[in-house]
């Protein structure tokens, strides 16, 4: 079964720093590419960024771009979140997301990220 | 990046079909075969029931399909049931390689 577990949930104030991870089973970490994507409480879908399955393409959206970075271990089949500067709409459910062929996109249960003082 | 363009609500009743529009621009939809659709019932994970335009994973009733025209795409469910009623969002790729979404549609049966 593939899955994509994306640890506990996260309380930080305005202007902190945190780390997500997400550690894959079930399928070749290294051959796929992968996506966070968050959704704020009781809103849609917001795309935040894109890896190559050999991190050599990343793409940001313009809303974290220079305050995320997003990475990836293949060793550890494990990706990764950098968010710093934190803001109170950086609010959301977190999720890791496969992208699979022909924008199959797979989700993982998601983390809750709170920014709050 | 804009999101796509969904409807707020749609609404039927059991057995009926019903159609929700994603309307996006040349950059978007209107320039690549790839778009999907997920369904996410309150509290769960959204779920991928179509990818590239209109081809269905395995698992996924046949009452769920997919159609492009132009810059905007479209899911049909028919046959209603009840087990339909959830939030639907498209996505499609962008000519920067971002991801965009619909705002999403919530469908609820009747």
């Known amino acids: 079964d593939v899955q994509l577990v994306e640890p506990g949930g996260h309380l930080v104030q305005p202007g902190g720093s945190l780390r997500l991870s997400c550690t894959v089973s079930g399928f070749t970490f290294s051959s796929y590419a992968m996506d966070w994507v968050r959704q704020a409480p009781g809103k849609g879908l917001e795309w935040i960024s894109y890896i190559s399955n050999t991190s050599s393409s990343i793409y940001y959206a313009d809303s974290v771009k220079g305050r995320f970075t997003i990475s990836r271990d293949n060793a550890k089949n494990s990706l990764y979140l950098q968010m710093n500067s934190l803001r109170a709409e950086d609010t959301a459910l977190y999720y890791c997301v496969r992208e699979g062929r022909g924008q199959q996109l797979i989700w993982g249960q998601g983390t809750l990220v709170i920014v709050s003082s | 990046q804009s999101a796509l363009t969904q409807p707020a609500s749609v609404s039927g009743s059991p057995g009926q079909s019903i159609t929700i529009s994603c309307t996006g621009t040349?950059?978007?939809?209107?320039?690549?075969?790839?778009v999907s659709w997920y369904q996410q019932h309150p509290g769960k994970v959204p779920k991928l029931i179509i990818y590239?335009?209109?081809n269905r994973p395995s698992g996924v009733s046949n009452r769920f399909s997919g159609f492009k025209s132009g810059n905007t795409a479209s899911l049909t469910i028919s046959g209603l049931q009840a087990e339909d009623e959830a939030d639907y969002y498209c996505a499609s790729y962008t000519n920067t390689r971002s991801l965009v979404f619909g705002g999403g549609t919530r469908l609820t049966v009747l």
């Open positions: 040349s950059r978007d939809i209107g320039g690549y075969k790839y």
């Open positions: 590239e335009v209109s």
